[in-house]
Each structure stands twice: as C-alpha cells, then as structure tokens.
C-alpha cells in the first residue's frame, strides 16, 4: 500500500490549525480536509495516515469519513459539481441543470465523465437558498444559475 504524506505546506497547516485545539484528536475533520485539498479524495492509506497523526484508529478515521457526504472516497474529476437538490433549488430549476449536465457531458449523479474532467454529486441543501437554483463547483459557489449559465461555465472549465 502506497504510503499518504501531506506536502510541506500542509503540513505547516496542520501543525498551525493543531495548535487551536486542546487535544490533538480534536485535528480528525481538519486533518481530513486537507487530505482531501491535496489529493481531491480520501484514499485509505491517507485515512491510516491520519489515524497515526492524531493517535486514533483507522476504523474511527474511517467511520467519519464515510459518515460525512462531503468526504471523496475515491478519486473524483478535476471539476466537481455539487448541485443542490434541496426544496428551494428544486422549486427553481435544479432538475433541468441535471438535466442539462446529463445531456451534455452525459454524466447522473455519483458519476465521473470519461475524461476525468466532471464529476457530479447531488447533495442537500449548501444554506445559499436566496441563491436558488445553486451549486458549488470545486467549492466555490454558483447561485442563481441558469442552463444558459451553466453551459458556459462548462465551456470554461474544457
Ligand atoms: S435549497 Fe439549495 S441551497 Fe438551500
């Protein structure tokens, strides 16, 4: 198994933000976080890595990494799209911007396109409901999106 490491700048940021909390156990989401920053999902190897970091064991690593939806347990495109599927979004279009994302780069939920470029996640509500229709992409924010909107945004990201 290939042993996870986080980069030099990581690193420091683990050691800075560690030093925030009484106890080093408490670094088990922020440590999970910058995995994820620096390889764009949580592999099990980074999961053990963690473990030792912060004197769990990897089952308890793994058991909240599977229990948080935003957690990539497996290698996911270079642009994620988090579209949400919560009531407001839903009552303002969010089912035509899947449709449209089914139709154009030919992927559903939980799918990554062939290229390796897409992937799409549904998730509940990202508290930007005033924003509706909404989705973050790599994260950031898009609100009040539009299949006009989005179609280009997607021609941006090829
Ligand atoms: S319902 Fe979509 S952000 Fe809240």
């Known amino acids: 198994m290939a042993k996870f490491q986080y980069t030099k700048e990581n690193e420091e940021k683990f050691q800075i933000t ?90 559903e939920p939980g799918q990554t396109s062939a290229d390796g470029k897409f992937h799409l996640s549904e998730v509940e509500c990202l508290g930007a409901c005033g924003g509706a229709p909404m989705f973050a992409l790599n994260g950031q924010y898009h609100e009040n999106q539009t299949v006009e909107s989005l179609k280009n945004l997607i021609e941006e990201c090829k």
């Open 18 to 107: 560690a030093k925030k909390y009484p106890k080093i156990d408490a670094m088990l989401l922020p440590a999970l976080w910058l995995v994820q920053e620096q390889e764009g999902w949580v592999s099990p190897e980074a999961m053990i890595f963690v473990a030792d970091k912060i004197g769990k064991q990897p089952i308890e690593v793994y058991e909240f990494a599977t229990f948080y939806t935003m957690f990539n347990l497996k290698p996911i495109g270079t642009y994620h799209i988090e579209l949400c599927k919560t009531l407001s979004c839903m009552l303002m279009g969010a089912n035509n911007l899947k449709k449209f994302i089914k139709d154009t780069i030919g992927i």
